[in-house]
C-alpha cells in the first residue's frame, strides 16, 4: 500500500490522458486550449504499465481525465486496459460529456464503472456563456443514456462562482428528483491563470450546506474510504447532493488520491510546484522501479495544499492536470 508521512493511504489514481481540451470553460480555459506544452501523451502501452505497478501497491479505482479524455481516440481501449489490470476494481471517467451520446455504449461495454460529468447550469443559455459550446441537451441524453445502461455511479461536477451559480440548487433539485444522479458542487479554486476570475468569484459552498439542511436533507456519514465529497440525502429525491469544499481547513486529512498527468508526471496534489517525471521509469519496463519512484517522490507529499495563503503551485489551470 502506498503511504505518506502522514498516515494517509493512497488507493485512487487519477490519470490524465490529455491536456487538450474543445471546451473553453470561463474558469479553466476561457481562452480554450493554447498549444503551448507536449503533445507526446502516455501510449496505450505505457498506461497499461503505469497503472499495473500503480495496482500492485493497492490502487483499487483510477479515473480517466484531462483535458478532455473522450477527444482521445483510444479512450475506449485505455478504459478497457485499466479494467483488465487485476486489482483494479473501479475505472472511472471525468468529461464534459461532449460526445457521451455517441460514446457511452462502447465505454460501459468496456468496463466503465463510474461516469462524472461537468455541467455547471442546467440553463442552456447560462452553459453556452460558461463553456461556450451550446451542447447541453446532447449532454443530457448522454446521461440520459448512461442511467438506462445501468452505469453504477453518475455524478455531475458543477463548480460554484458567483457570475453562474445564483440561485440555480433548485434547478438541479428538480432534475434529480426521479434520477439516480449526485450533484456535486465544487467551490472554486484559484489557480495560476485564474487569479482574478477567483477573486471575483468564489463563493463557499456553505450556504447551499445550510439551505439543503433547512429543507430536510440529511449528510451521510462519510465511509473510512470516502474522498473529500460530503454528501446529503432526501426521502424525496433519488438523486443525491455532494459539496466539495477543498478551503476547509481539515479538507486533505482524508486524501486518498495520486495524479498523474498526460505527459506522465506524478503529482503529489493539485497544486503542487511541480510534477515528478515517471516516463523514463516507465519505459524501463520495471514494475519494480516504477513502484520505487512512485514510493520515493511519495517521501516529499506535504499535510496540505496552501490555497488559503493564495499558493497555487505551478498549477495554470486544472486542464494541466485533470481536476
Ligand atoms: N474536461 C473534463 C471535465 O470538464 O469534466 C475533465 C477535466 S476538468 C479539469 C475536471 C474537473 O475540474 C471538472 O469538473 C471541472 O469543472 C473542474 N475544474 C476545473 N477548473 C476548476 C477550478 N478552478 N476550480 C474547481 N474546479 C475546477
Ligand atoms: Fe475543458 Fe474540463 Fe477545463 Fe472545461 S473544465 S475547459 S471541459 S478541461
Not at 32 to 42: A, E, I, M, S
Amino acid at each position: 500500500m502506498l503511504e505518506d508521512n502522514f498516515g494517509r493511504q493512497f488507493n485512487y489514481l487519477r490519470l490524465s490522458i490529455t491536456d487538450v481540451c474543445n471546451f473553453s470553460c470561463s474558469y479553466c480555459l476561457p481562452d480554450g486550449y493554447q498549444c503551448d506544452t507536449p503533445r507526446n501523451f502516455l501510449t496505450l502501452d505505457e498506461i497499461t504499465h503505469l497503472v499495473s505497478a500503480f495496482a500492485d501497491v493497492g490502487t483499487k479505482k483510477v479515473r480517466i481525465t484531462g483535458g478532455e479524455p473522450c477527444l482521445r481516440k483510444d479512450v475506449v481501449d485505455i478504459v478497457a486496459a485499466c479494467k483488465s489490470i487485476a486489482g483494479i476494481d473501479e475505472v472511472a471517467i471525468t468529461t464534459n460529456g461532449f460526445n457521451l451520446m455517441e460514446k457511452i455504449d462502447e465505454l460501459v461495454a468496456a468496463g466503465l464503472d463510474s461516469l462524472n460529468v461537468s455541467i455547471d447550469s442546467l440553463n442552456p443559455a447560462m452553459f453556452k456563456l460558461i463553456t461556450g459550446h451550446d451542447k447541453l441537451k446532447n449532454i443530457l441524453a448522454g446521461i440520459e443514456r448512461a442511467i438506462e445502461l445501468g452505469v453504477k455511479s453518475i455524478k455531475i461536477n458543477a463548480v460554484l462562482a458567483k457570475s453562474f451559480s445564483t440561485n440555480h440548487l433548485g434547478e438541479f433539485l428538480t432534475w434529480i428528483a426521479d434520477k439516480p444522479i449526485t450533484v456535486r458542487f465544487i467551490e472554486l479554486m484559484e489557480t495560476g491563470d485564474g487569479a482574478q476570475f477567483f477573486t471575483q468569484n468564489h463563493i463557499s459552498g456553505q450556504a447551499i450546506k445550510a439551505q439543503l439542511l433547512e429543507a430536510g436533507w440529511l449528510q451521510l456519514v462519510r465511509g473510512k474510504q470516502a474522498g473529500p465529497a460530503q454528501e446529503f440525502t432526501h426521502p424525496d429525491y433519488i438523486g443525491r447532493i455532494g459539496l466539495i469544499m477543498p478551503y476547509s481547513p481539515d479538507f486533505c486529512r482524508t486524501c486518498n488520491r495520486l495524479r498523474v498527468s498526460a505527459l506522465g508526471k506524478l503529482h503529489l496534489c493539485l497544486f503542487s510546484e511541480s510534477g515528478i517525471d515517471l516516463r523514463e521509469t516507465i519505459n524501463l519496463n520495471s514494475q519494480v522501479a516504477t513502484i520505487a519512484a512512485i514510493r520515493h517522490a511519495l517521501d516529499d507529499k506535504t499535510v496540505s495544499h496552501e490555497l488559503a495563503k493564495r499558493l497555487t503551485g505551478g498549477t495554470k489551470h486544472l486542464a494541466m492536470i485533470g481536476g
